[in-house]
């Protein structure tokens, strides 16, 4: 069964930064392309960022160019997403999530749909205060 653990969330004041991770057990990450996606309170699920299974390449929304960072570590079966530079406006439950259908550099020019991925991990929330 494909699960993830995401952690790292905590509280931060503005201008601060958080590392999440996203640990996978019972499959290899390497084949899968891996989305991190966000949620606030009363908003939908909005895609902020991807990693793709085959060359590395990422997306991000443009709302976070700049500050957030995606890598992956497929020795440690680990996605990670360092965010800088934290905003009121970041907070939210930040959840991984894997594909198996890579469409990574499709992203930005179409929206980066939940839909595109399964397995989930369970959240890990994020406040950002002012």
């Known amino acids: 069964q494909l699960q993830f653990v995401d952690s790292g969330g905590g509280l931060v004041q503005a201008g601060g930064s958080l590392r999440l991770s996203c640990a996978a057990s019972?499959?290899?990450?390497?084949?899968?392309?891996i989305g991190w996606f966000r949620q606030a309170p009363g908003k939908e699920r909005e895609g902020v960022s991807c990693?793709?299974?085959?060359?590395?390449?990422?997306y991000y929304v443009d709302s976070v160019k700049g500050r957030f960072t995606i890598s992956r570590d497929n020795a440690k079966n680990t996605v990670y997403l360092q965010m800088n530079s934290l905003k009121p406006e970041n907070t939210a439950v930040y959840y991984c999530?894997?594909?198996?259908?890579?469409?990574?550099?499709?992203?930005?020019?179409?929206?980066?749909?939940?839909?595109?991925?399964?397995?989930w991990g369970q959240g890990t929330q994020v406040t950002v205060s002012s």
């Open positions: 999530a894997a594909s198996s259908a890579d469409r990574t550099k499709k992203y930005g020019s179409e929206l980066m749909s939940a839909s595109d991925f399964g397995s």
């Open positions: 990693i793709s299974s085959s060359d590395g390449s990422t």
């Open positions: 019972g499959f290899t990450l390497d084949y899968y392309a």
